[in-house]
């Protein structure tokens, strides 16, 4: 897998220094639409990791791959072209061309990307595709923020802020139920107890592998996101970026 990005400008003299920003946490805890928001404010760009995961398992389910089989699903690992586009307001998923925004998001995939996403042949290929993409964004103005489970901990460990974001399991089968339900419309019917057992699964899955497990970097910021509203989130990471910036700039200043 390579990844390319297209019209890389380098950074202007006396503009702000790239910043890289890691946000992590667990689904319905707001990371997607808090990190694209976030992108969006400050003129980032915005890469989202867990679609890539599941783009690369739509591509197994897709090709044959039986996704229970490690060893299988292993040597399947370096044959789709995943790439992904960064901007945060469009934001695209391809695998070998094909656009994968719409089926990477089914009950399907849903169901079987934990199961890829653990085997360490996979995360290896899409941990080198993230880092090439951080790689061209940072060497560009503003910056990249980059969303997942294990951004601050395993793929970017020196990202110059990271934040990991959490709730309740109640809120978070709630955002996620209102996601489904604008999947399914008015008619169809979502059951949130279902939802929550269904995330506390994805948890234990996530947090127990043995490769890059979910997990909260010892530097990195909380932020409980239960009683938060989109806007208040997002105001809250803003300011962290502009604070980590303003320090840079004074200890740049310091030993020029």
């Known amino acids: 897998m390579a990844a390319t990005v297209q019209g890389a400008t380098p950074v202007p003299p006396g503009a702000p220094a790239p910043v890289v920003v890691a946000i992590d946490g667990p689904s319905g805890t707001g990371k997607s639409s808090t990190s694209k928001a976030v992108a ?23 090709h044959g791959v039986d996704v229970h089989d ?22 695209t998923i391809t695998a070998d061309g094909v656009d994968a925004s719409g089926p990477i998001r089914t009950a399907e995939v849903t169901a079987a990307v934990s199961a890829v996403s653990a085997v360490p042949r996979v995360r290896e290929a899409i941990t080198a595709l993230q880092r090439g993409i951080v790689a061209d964004a940072a060497g560009r103005p503003g910056g990249i923020v ?48 279902a939802t929550r057992e269904a995330l506390l699964r994805r948890d234990a899955a996530d947090s127990s592998r043995a490769t890059s497990p979910l997990a909260k970097a010892d530097d990195a910021v909380e932020v409980d996101t239960t009683d938060l509203t989109l806007d208040q989130v997002v105001e809250c990471v803003v300011t962290l970026i502009e604070d980590k910036r303003r320090t840079g700039a004074e200890e740049g200043q310091r030993t020029a």
């Open 40 to 62: 969006a404010k400050l003129g980032l760009s915005y890469l989202d990791t867990g679609a890539q995961y599941r783009a690369i398992t739509w591509w197994m389910l897709t």
């Open 146 to 193: 980059v969303e997942g489970r294990d951004i601050g901990t395993t793929v970017l460990p020196d990202a110059d802020l990271k934040v990991f974001l959490t709730a309740s399991p109640e809120a978070r089968a709630a955002r996620r139920g209102g996601e489904l339900k604008a999947r399914v419309g008015e008619q169809g019917s979502v059951d949130l107890d």
């Open 70 to 91: 490690p060893a299988a699903v292993a040597a399947a690992a370096g044959r789709p072209a995943i790439v992904s586009g960064t901007d945060p307001s469009a934001p």
